[in-house]
């Protein structure tokens, strides 16, 4: 039987989770950024808010691969971010792997983008 570790942490991140990966006690999550909470967004569309208007065509925006995206690297084992490092593009959905030390990403502007050491 597999064991599990006890769930230890929990973070808010600004971005949407798109492609994620463990690479020994470092998880790397990647994907564009998350510009509305879309609760309060419902909420306020109701009202005709038109501040929520631009923030959820905002959003759309950065879907669409229009505002870039993160790669995060995170410890495993703490959820300290360790490093952010900004990506032209968001991965397309589960686009991330890593081997050799080396991080590949598949982006939705059709680019496979590569970190790690030479």
Same mark, same amino acid.
Request: proline share 6%.
């Given at each position: 039987?597999?064991?599990?570790?006890?769930?230890?942490?929990?973070?808010?991140?600004?971005?949407?989770?798109?492609?994620?990966?463990?690479?020994?006690?470092?998880?790397?999550? #990647?994907?564009?950024?998350?510009?509305? =909470?879309?609760?309060? &967004?419902?909420?306020?569309?109701?009202?005709?808010?038109?501040?929520?208007?631009?923030?959820?065509?905002?959003?759309?925006?950065?879907?669409?691969?229009?505002? $870039?995206?993160?790669?995060?690297?995170? &410890?495993?084992? +703490? $959820?300290? +971010?360790?490093?952010?490092?900004?990506? =032209?593009?968001?991965?397309?959905?589960? !686009?991330?792997?890593? #081997?050799? $030390?080396?991080?590949?990403?598949? +982006?939705? =502007?059709?680019?496979?983008?590569?970190? !790690?050491?030479?």
């Amino acid at each position: 039987m597999i064991q599990h570790p006890e769930f230890v942490w929990t973070q808010e991140i600004p971005l949407l989770a798109r492609a994620m990966a463990l690479a020994g006690r470092t998880l790397l999550v #990647a994907g564009p950024p998350d510009i509305i =909470d879309e609760e309060s &967004a419902f909420q306020a569309l109701g009202q005709r808010d038109q501040k929520t208007v631009k923030e959820l065509a905002e959003q759309d925006a950065a879907l669409s691969g229009a505002r $870039g995206a993160v790669l995060r690297l995170v &410890a495993a084992e +703490t $959820g300290k +971010t360790i490093r952010e490092i900004k990506l =032209d593009a968001p991965p397309v959905w589960d !686009g991330m792997a890593v #081997a050799g $030390g080396r991080v590949f990403i598949a +982006t939705i =502007d059709g680019r496979i983008v590569s970190f !790690g050491p030479r």
